[in-house]
């Protein structure tokens, strides 16, 4: 049973730093990829980033393009979104998903398992 865990979400001032974990268990990690999406208060779900299951191709949303970054420790079974130069537009639940493929993509249909969500927030 593949199970996503989240954890590192927060209240932050605007211009700071956060770094999300995502822990996943139940099979081998390093042959899926992984991904971030978020939901802000009244907005829809969006993709933020993804990473292949190797490691070697990440995309990331233009909107936090330059200020977020995708990564993963495959021996830890982790993937990491480092965020900084954080906006109150930022502020949003943060889920992390898995995909049944190794190829990364921004489509929300391409990731089979979500996390319950961490909340970040970002005051101005």
């Known amino acids: 049973q593949v199970q996503v865990r989240e954890s590192g979400g927060g209240l932050v001032q605007a211009g700071g730093s956060l770094r999300l974990s995502c822990y996943v268990s139940?099979?081998?990690?390093?042959?899926?990829?992984m991904g971030w999406f978020r939901q802000g208060p009244g907005k829809e779900r969006e993709f933020v980033a993804a990473i292949s299951g190797s490691g070697d191709t990440t995309y990331v949303a233009g909107s936090v393009k330059g200020r977020f970054t995708i990564s993963r420790d495959n021996a830890k079974n982790t993937v990491y979104l480092q965020m900084s130069s954080l906006k109150p537009e930022d502020t949003a639940v943060y889920y992390c998903v898995q995909s049944n493929e190794a190829a990364a993509a921004s489509r929300p249909g391409h990731y089979n398992y979500w996390g319950q969500g961490t909340q970040v927030t970002v005051s101005s």
């Open positions: 139940g099979r081998t990690f390093s042959n899926y990829a």
